[in-house]
């Protein structure tokens, strides 16, 4: 009995002691269970993420390739299928391919002077119409046309300012032009009125070369001059008929005029470049075949700048040239003269620009006689293919009254203009 | 005399020496810097690119300096954007160069958007000045999509592959790698765009069809009244009006446009004004096409997320 009591005082005094011992150690276990469960979730979390980026990606791969490949399956499928849907706008474009481009120029002004023997004084007058054909004629050539269409006292008298084969499939770099066009003696005379900066020509121009300069039945042949410095070096030699009668001898002329002239550019950067040009003409001044003759000289600096971001909105062009002339004269003389202009023409936004003008010039039968002439204007280019100009200029003549003259010149045109040379 | 003919000779020499070292690598002449860098891409160390237009000018107006001919005299191969985006200086730069291995219908003159799928292909019968200086064959700015870059990639890989045959493999290779990295980018550029999907923006010139196409944005309203004109006040006050009923958040525009009336526009309807390179060089960071397409969207969702 004593046994039991003592068993009982034992067991009722240290129990608690170890349910408490015992609690703990469970209380730890569940603690670091948990612990354990909540590692084992964050990694299957993890491991759920990655699968998810995993698949996400791939998915999203798949997405992309199976929109290419739709994309490819309906560019193939759908190319016949729009030519069959548009036949109109299709078959139009076809046949049209095989037509020349064609382009319609209109220059209208109106021109105030206080020259009063003027036909044009102060009125309104449609200058010119310029009519513009051009395409390749076969792989080894291309042609253009240009006829002008202008006013002849009340009729309209149309004609053939340009037209030429240019043959560009030649050995040996060579380019060759046969037919009428207009001779490649400096800059200025290869323009027509409608691309010129200005309203009127230089007096330069008008004085030695006649109104519109110098364009002739004829043939041109030009090649680069190859060069260790990769340069931009043209040579052209050209020859035609002598009917220019304001140095030459005009129609009456059977003899050729001969031209050569040397193009050099120099790319100063990218976006600005200098170009120098020497041309040389020479033939008869008479009908007496040679007997008499006219030398021409020209030399011509142009520097242009363009920023290339901003080219939208600002450029300049610096273009200067001058003309020397030894005429012979029946008398066995020989007249001495020459001419020069001087043009600055600013850019200053994306439809606005402004130029001045120098002219200084002597006449071809004339070195007595002078014109000092200075002009200003403004343009502005409602679009590429519509401006408006106002040109403003003062003539002073040692041989006759001064001059003043104010233009207001509206030029338009139809259709796709050719690209225009640097 | 004797001078003279050293003269020649060293000149002689020159022109030797300058053409042997030029015939090393397949000389390339480029029309835009976006042409010039997936060529670079697929041609690797066999060919040597330059192009005509740099990435911050506006490729619709280039003019045809005589350089340009020099250059393109020398090129094996010249490749362009088509859809007549170069038609102002295009035709004097190849005539000009005097160089037949270039001309239209050659292997050496590609049009690299055979293929491409277009936007913008003027489906009406006529169509004429009026409407601006619209693109009679698509919109020309097809470069901006991923996915028609990989089209232009094959184009080039294809065209080098029959210039050169021995360097097929590695043109090859080349692509399929081009090719890697660009559905590896087109994801991540997507997931950065995602969230904006079908959101309306406003552009300056209508250059963006195929991005916002390719990445699910609108381009509800221009700047310009009609492509190539410039910002009337008149159209600028609709564009306002239609950014503040729509909530526009930004005005994407192009490096080379002014960005006074863009920046008008966003004073008075609260969008921000985003410029970004259109083409590979436009700014600094532009280094290549993937780079150009980083800053785009980059720059795209940093303001929309504004």
């Known amino acids: 009995m004593r046994r039991i009591l003592i068993f009982l005082f034992v067991t009722f005094t240290f129990c608690p002691y170890l349910y408490a011992q015992e609690g703990l150690e469970r209380n730890e276990e569940v603690k670091k269970l948990k612990e354990e469960m909540k590692q084992f979730q964050a990694q299957f979390e993890q491991k759920i993420d990655e699968m998810k980026t995993h698949y996400d990606e791939k998915i999203n791969k798949m997405q992309a390739k199976i929109e290419q490949l739709e994309e490819e399956k309906a560019a193939v499928e759908t190319k016949p299928y729009e030519v069959a849907q548009l036949p109109q706008t299709s078959l139009g474009r076809y046949f049209q391919s095989f037509n020349p481009d064609v382009s319609l120029i209109g220059d209208f002004i109106y021109h105030g002077t206080n020259k009063k023997d003027d036909e044009v004084y102060n009125q309104f007058k449609m200058r010119q119409a310029e009519l513009a054909f051009s395409a390749p004629v076969d792989p080894y050539s291309r042609a253009d046309f240009f006829m002008h269409i202008e006013p002849s006292g009340n009729e309209w008298k149309i004609g053939l300012c340009e037209g030429y084969l240019t043959l560009l499939d030649l050995p040996l770099d060579l380019q060759a032009k046969v037919g009428k066009f207009k001779a490649n003696f400096g800059k200025v005379n290869r323009l027509h009125l409608h691309s010129l900066p200005w309203v009127d020509y230089p007096n330069m121009l008008t004085n030695f070369l006649g109104e519109e300069g110098m364009s002739n039945p004829g043939i041109s042949v030009s090649t680069l001059i190859p060069n260790p410095w990769d340069q931009y070096v043209e040579l052209t030699l050209e020859a035609f008929n002598n009917h220019n009668s304001t140095s030459f001898a005009g129609t009456e002329g059977r003899d050729m005029i001969y031209l050569t002239h040397l193009k050099n550019f120099f790319e100063i950067n990218d976006e600005s470049g200098l170009e120098l040009g020497g041309s040389f003409a020479t033939g008869p001044n008479d009908d007496g075949h040679g007997k008499n003759r006219t030398n021409l000289e020209g030399i011509d600096l142009t520097y242009k700048w363009r920023p290339l971001k901003e080219g939208l909105y600002k450029s300049l062009t610096f273009q200067n040239e001058a003309l020397f002339n030894q005429k012979d004269q029946s008398d066995g003389s020989q007249i001495d003269s020459w001419g020069a202009y001087s043009s600055l023409e600013y850019q200053f936004a994306k439809r606005w620009s402004t130029f001045g003008r120098y002219d200084f010039s002597e006449f071809s039968d004339y070195s007595s006689r002078h014109d000092n002439a200075i002009s200003t204007g403004l343009t502005f280019a409602q679009s590429e293919y519509c401006f408006w100009r106002l040109h403003v200029k003062h003539t002073d003549r040692d041989y006759n009254k001064d001059i003043n003259e104010v233009w207001l010149q509206c030029n338009f045109g139809l259709g796709p203009h050719r690209a225009h040379e640097y | ?306």
């Open chain 2, 1 to 306: 005399m004797k001078r003279i003919m050293f003269f020649m000779i060293f000149m002689l020499s020159n022109f030797i020496t300058a053409d042997s070292y030029a015939n090393d690598k397949i000389q390339i002449l480029t029309t835009t810097t976006d042409l010039k860098s997936i060529v670079e891409f697929i041609g690797g160390d066999k060919v040597k690119v330059d192009s005509i237009c740099k990435g911050y000018q506006d490729p619709h107006f280039v003019e045809a300096m005589p350089s340009f001919m020099i250059k393109a005299k020398k090129a094996d191969l010249f490749i362009r954007v088509g859809l007549e985006l170069e038609i102002g200086y295009e035709e004097l730069i190849i005539n000009g160069s005097r160089n037949q291995k270039i001309r239209i219908g050659q292997l050496g003159h590609l049009d690299a958007s055979e293929g491409v799928s277009l936007l913008e292909v003027p489906t009406t019968t006529k169509i004429d000045r009026s409407m601006g200086d619209v693109h009679p064959m698509g919109n020309p700015h097809y470069w901006l999509d991923p996915l028609n870059v990989k089209v232009i990639a094959s184009n080039i890989a294809n065209r080098l592959s029959e210039i050169s045959p021995e360097d097929a493999l590695y043109f090859k290779k080349n692509l399929s790698e081009f090719n890697k990295k660009m559905d590896e980018k087109l994801i991540e550029w997507r997931k950065r765009l995602v969230p904006f999907k079908g959101e309306n923006i406003a552009v300056y010139h209508r250059s963006w069809p195929y991005f916002v196409n390719r990445f699910g944005l609108v381009a509800s309203c221009e700047l310009e009244p009609k492509p190539g004109i410039p910002p009337s006040s008149g159209h600028l006050k609709e564009v306002i009006d239609k950014i503040t009923k729509e909530d526009i958040k930004v005005i994407l525009m192009e490096v080379f446009y002014d960005e006074k009336p863009a920046k008008f526009v966003a004073e008075q309807s609260g969008a921000k004004v985003v410029v970004v390179p259109n083409s590979v060089g436009g700014t600094k960071e532009a280094k290549d096409y993937f780079s150009l397409m980083d800053i785009i969207v980059k720059r795209l969702t940093e303001a929309l997320e504004q």
